[in-house]
C-alpha cells in the first residue's frame, strides 16, 4: 500500500507525542498527506475530510506500515 510521501517518521513522531500527551486520536490519509482527528489507532479507510477518498488510517495502523 503506497503511502504519501509527506507522512514522515517526523510527523507519526509528532503524532504519537500528541496521542500520549493530550489524549488525540490523530491519524493520516494516506493518499494526500492531510491529518485527521478523531481515528481509532486502528482506523481503515475512513473518509477523508480533504480529498474525500476513503484512504484514512489511524496512527498505529500507519506505523506499522511503515516498518
Known sequence: ????????MERLEDAIR???EWCENPG??????????GC????ERYE????GKHAVYGLM??????V
Open 1 to 8: 500500500m503506497k503511502i504519501h510521501e509527506s507522512i514522515t
Open 18 to 20: 500528541r496521542e500520549a
Open 28 to 37: 493520516f490519509c494516506i493518499a494526500c498527506g492531510a491529518d485527521a482527528d
Open 40 to 43: 481509532e489507532p486502528d482506523a
Open 48 to 51: 477523508c475530510e480533504e480529498c
Open 61 to 66: 495502523y500507519i506505523a506499522m506500515m511503515m
